[in-house]
């Protein structure tokens, strides 16, 4: 079966067949590619003038154009997203720290349904039920992890993006 010119693919191998390039952003000579540039224009790059673009889909994944109910609108060639993030301060949610306890010194060993209470030579729990909250020193609750960026990619396996260069010019209906 003929592609449509421009018609985009997902395959398992390390090539795009003959008639096909992979859609990695590369810029076209309009001269030498009249249909595609008619159907693509410079949706995705290029001066319109000598040159186009294809689509880039290394590291993307393609979502539909347009809105939906409560769906924001993705307009065609849109790009949008990252692969990692540095979580900060301002990322937080406003929250506390705080540990139910008890000043009544420690007699049960082991936390279960127990409060962490004062020093004792070896208990350290109570069995006080209605302790109150009591804030943390801020030594015990420190920011850590170094502002190193985390990854917020799904799980992927990764396979080659070809577009048709040539084929059936596509009708409108």
Not at 49 to 64: E, H, K, N, W
Not at 146 to 158: A, H, K, V
Request: glycine letters at 12%.
């Amino acid at each position: 079966m003929e592609p449509f010119i421009g018609q985009i693919a997902l395959l398992p191998y390390n090539f795009c067949p003959r008639g096909w390039s992979d859609a990695s952003g590369q810029l076209m000579p309009i001269s030498q590619n009249f249909a595609l540039f008619a159907l693509l224009g410079t949706t995705y790059g290029g001066d319109g003038v000598s040159t186009f673009a294809l689509p880039d889909l290394r590291g993307r994944a393609p979502i539909g154009q347009g809105t939906g109910p409560g769906l924001a609108q993705h307009d065609l060639g849109e790009v949008a997203g990252q692969e990692s993030t540095t979580i900060t301060i301002a990322n937080m949610p406003a929250h506390t720290h705080t540990i139910r306890a008890t000043n009544e010194p420690g007699n049960k060993g082991g936390p279960g349904a127990k409060l962490l209470a004062s020093d004792a030579t070896v208990n350290k729990y109570s069995d006080t039920a209605n302790a109150p909250n009591v804030s943390m020193n801020p030594q015990m609750v420190t920011p850590s992890g170094g502002s190193q960026p985390i990854s917020i990619r799904d799980p992927y396996l990764t396979l080659r993006w070809c577009i048709a260069l040539e084929g059936v010019f596509p009708s409108r209906e």
